[in-house]
């Protein structure tokens, strides 16, 4: 058998795989059903202050395409009723709290909350692509100041690892990386779903309750392969830090957890799969990357990290404009002193 342990954040993970923040993981059922069905890292739904419902439904769409639509609206019970059920493993797997906030100042009250629960990190989601309801105007991972300032909210109120989140909907996702880094993040999640929405041609109107939402499921792998392609590669090249890069997008077999890995990923979400199938899903796929290895001579997953990176960053020299400016921007946003 290969060796498919993952260090990650200061965790040892039992596999690569993770369940996400998104559309599932809001019960602690769903975080018990993948810890049985075999996920090395457990993710809750993002918390908020306060307790929120959820949009109305239709909230979950399948596409044609193999996609899946989604806008739940962030339903969670807010972080009162969360701290009383929180724990921080689950079925021996670590669990990581995922926070939502609509402003710095709710998102240093939230760092503040789930500090005291003893994580082992924390997500913090700034990538919701409708948490404005039919408005997506609450992009935080959209700017790269906006970012900086999130992260430095959270960071300098809590010494936790901190995750970001990040939106695929931008041009250069490299420049928020670069940003959330900047701030003190200690890794990246890339990447959220992508901006979407169908049309009910008898209805003639949008599917979705909220009218618009984000695509997931394998319809997106490979446009979330290149947002993760596209930070590993700044990594390599040095125009931005290195930091551990937990993959999400799609993903729902061995091979594409070896896609994702040999992009860069140390670690790789599977939500959509989950919800297509079960959460047996993450032991099938840990079975399956586990096969894909000794065909291939691998005994640990470092063997082959970031393989697919040598063929995109030869000749590539650090474009240092952009991410200068991104960082100095960052830097602006105030509060944003680096952390190391
Ligand atoms: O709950 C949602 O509607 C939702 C969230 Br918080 C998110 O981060 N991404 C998404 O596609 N849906």
Redesign the pocket.
């Known amino acids: 058998m290969a060796d498919l342990t993952v260090e990650l954040l200061g965790m040892k993970l039992a596999n690569p795989t993770v369940l996400p923040?998104?559309?599932l993981g809001e019960r602690q059922g769903m975080l018990e059903a993948a810890a049985k069905g075999g996920a090395g890292l457990l993710v809750t739904?993002?918390v908020t202050l306060r307790p929120r419902e959820?949009?109305r439904g239709p909230?979950l769409v399948p596409t044609p395409a193999g996609g899946i639509m989604?806008?739940?609206?962030?339903?969670n019970p807010g972080i009162e009723e969360f701290s009383r059920t929180y724990a921080a493993r689950v079925g021996g797997r670590p669990v990581i709290p995922s926070i939502?906030a609509s402003s710095p100042d709710e998102l240093r009250q939230l760092a503040m909350a789930v500090d005291r629960l003893g994580p082992p990190a924390i997500e913090v989601?700034l990538?919701?692509?409708?948490?404005g309801g039919s408005r997506p105007d609450a992009l935080v991972s959209q700017d790269p100041a906006e970012t900086a300032r999130a992260i430095s909210a959270i960071c300098t109120n809590t010494d936790v690892p901190i995750i970001a989140?990040l939106t695929p909907n931008v041009s250069d996702i490299v420049e928020i990386a670069a940003a959330a880094l900047y701030a003190g993040a200690s890794a990246i999640a890339a990447v959220?779903?992508f901006a979407a929405m169908d049309v009910d041609v008898n209805f003639e109107r949008p599917v979705l309750g909220?009218l618009i939402?984000?695509l997931?499921g394998p319809a997106i792998r490979p446009l979330a392969l290149r947002k993760v392609a596209d930070i590993a590669v700044a990594m390599r090249t040095g125009c931005i830090d290195q930091a551990p890069i937990i993959a999400s997008g799609g993903a729902a077999s061995g091979e594409d957890l070896a896609r994702f890995i040999l992009v860069g990923a140390t670690a790789v979400g599977m939500g959509s799969a989950v919800y297509e199938r079960d959460a047996g899903v993450f032991a099938a796929a840990s079975a399956e990357l586990d096969a894909w290895m000794q065909a291939k001579g691998y005994r640990r997953l470092g063997d082959f990290r970031g393989k697919v990176i040598d063929w995109l960053a030869t000749e590539k020299e650090c474009a240092d404009e952009p991410i200068g400016k991104a960082v100095e921007r960052a830097a602006e946003a105030g509060k944003a002193a680096p952390r190391r």
């Open positions: 923040s998104g559309i739904k993002s959820g949009y909230v989604n806008a739940m609206g962030l339903p939502h989601n990538s919701c692509p409708h948490a989140k959220n779903t909220n939402g984000g997931s």
